[in-house]
């Protein structure tokens, strides 16, 4: 062998090797990272959740949890999408709203779901739309008669004049929930610790628990609620900020990401995968139940969540998160008008 033919040898045994590397490179991301992704309609059937002025949120939250899965199917066709229910039913054909969110959970994680994502809307606790209420405008003397007989006298009292006036129920954007795990143990500026009144968990969530299926102080529910803030907290941290960040984008006001461990949210951790509960915005408010019951707000809506998951896909395959989407929606009327 001259060395020109050594040389050639050589340098086609190198050839081969980078084939076969990348071969392998490309077998091992065969699996895609988001294989399977579980779409959970929040509530259903009995459970129509809260309540707006012409809508209910189990509505609401089937219409765009569809579209969602539609833009995806076009969006990311490798992954597998699974819904939790498709029609207003409780997922199961189910009658209780526990063993629901059990079957939930149960069926995200025999899928070994890559991604759980609950579509919800928010409530405030008060009358959708608004309520009539009075306040005092100004004053005004009045003369009354005091006393009997011969110690009855003139006295004048002071009274106040009231107005009837529309107090609008004008709370309305959107928010993005993941499991609190361990409060204690984050310190990001990104995570706000939620409030006490503006709760979805008190508009239709779960409230009693007489089977203890869902015991947040179980032996089990403390293990995996440890798991969750191991394994998949990061990551769902992750995907909710990058949500609230294309709500934003896109005209709304995101409220932010919050954290909570309750019942409320209790799906999340029972789910063995990344998950985030999305409040697509109030239906308490009326330009913001209006516009959820939209096809431009719920196309809006599944547009954002579209352009954070392939933002999140790409950040987990290590490729730069692409900061513009050409799909990102224009900012809306309905939120501009109502600050
Ligand atoms: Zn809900």
């Known amino acids: 062998m001259n060395k020109k033919k050594l040389y050639r040898c ?86 209780s709203i526990h063993q629901a969110l059990r079957y939930r959970a149960d069926m995200a994680n025999q899928a070994k779901g890559d991604l759980f994502i609950a579509i919800h809307c928010n409530a405030n606790g008060y009358k959708a739309g608004g309520w009539y209420a009075k306040r005092v405008v100004g004053h005004k003397n009045r003369t009354v008669y005091v006393g009997k007989g011969s110690k009855r006298r003139k006295k004048t009292i002071r009274e106040p004049i009231y107005e009837s006036y529309w107090q609008k129920n004008n709370e309305h954007g959107t928010e993005t929930y993941i499991w609190a795990a361990d409060r204690t143990g984050f310190k990001g500026s990104a995570i706000n610790s939620t409030g006490g009144n503006t709760t979805d968990s008190t508009g239709g969530e779960v409230v009693e628990d007489s089977t203890n299926v869902l015991d947040l102080n179980s032996p089990e529910a403390l293990i995996r609620s440890q798991l969750y803030e191991k394994k998949y907290f990061g990551k769902s941290m992750l995907l909710a900020t990058m949500v609230e960040d294309e709500f934003e984008k896109g005209g709304r006001l995101s409220r932010g990401v919050k954290q909570r461990n309750e019942k409320g949210i209790w799906v999340l951790q029972a789910t063995g995968m990344p998950s985030i509960l999305v409040e ?53 009327e309905q939120v501009e008008s109502s600050k």
């Open 10 to 95: 050589v340098k086609s045994f190198f050839v081969a090797g980078i084939f076969l590397f990348s071969g392998i490179g490309a077998w091992a991301q065969q699996k895609p990272v988001l294989g399977t992704i579980i779409i959970d309609p929040g509530h259903g059937g009995i459970d129509p959740g809260a309540s707006g002025q012409f809508s209910t949120e189990a509505a609401v939250a089937l219409s765009i949890s569809l579209k969602l899965g539609q833009a995806l199917a076009t969006e990311l066709p490798d992954s597998k999408l699974i819904f939790t229910r498709t029609t207003d039913e409780l997922p199961g054909g189910l009658n």
């Open 280 to 332: 697509t915005g109030f239906i308490t408010q009326t330009e913001e139940e209006e516009y959820i019951n939209s096809d431009k707000g719920q196309e809006e809506i599944v547009a954002s969540i579209v352009n954070a998951i392939k933002r999140y896909k790409s950040s987990l395959e290590g490729g730069a998160a692409p900061a513009q989407q050409t799909t990102t929606p224009a900012p809306t």
